[in-house]
Structure formats: C-alpha cells, structure tokens
C-alpha cells in the first residue's frame, strides 16, 4: 500500500512535462503565425514584382 501511495504522490517528472507542453504550445502558436502571415508576404513580393517589371519596361 505505501509503494502505491509513493507512486500517486510522486512529482519528480511533472516540470519535464509542463515545459515539453509549453514548449509544443509556442511551436504550434509560431507555426500558425507564420501560416498566417504568408499570404500577406506574398502580396508584398507580388506588389514589388509588378513594380519592378512596370519599371523595367519604362526604362526600355
């Protein structure tokens, strides 16, 4: 009965597991972030290259 009670009151590995889940947490809330924001960048990349093409062709 006491090995049981040990085993439930045992706490030795319970800081291991809060910071592997808070450190899943930022990796998934960076990931999705980082998904977000790729559709913004690639209208900022679209917008430069229209420029840079519209400049091209008057400097022609």
């Not at 706490?11 to 597991?17: A, M």
């Not at 910071?19 to 980082?34: E, G, K, N, R």
């Not at 977000?36 to 990349?45: D, H, L, P, R, V």
Request: hydrophobic share 45%; charged share 10%; proline share 0%.
């Amino acid at each position: 009965m006491n090995t049981l009670y040990n085993l439930w009151n045992d706490e030795q590995g319970q800081d291991l597991i809060e910071y592997t889940l808070l450190m899943a947490f930022v990796a998934l809330a960076s990931a999705a972030l980082f998904l977000g924001a790729g559709g913004s960048i690639k209208g900022i990349w679209s917008s430069t290259n229209s420029q840079l093409t519209a400049a091209n062709t008057s400097a022609s």
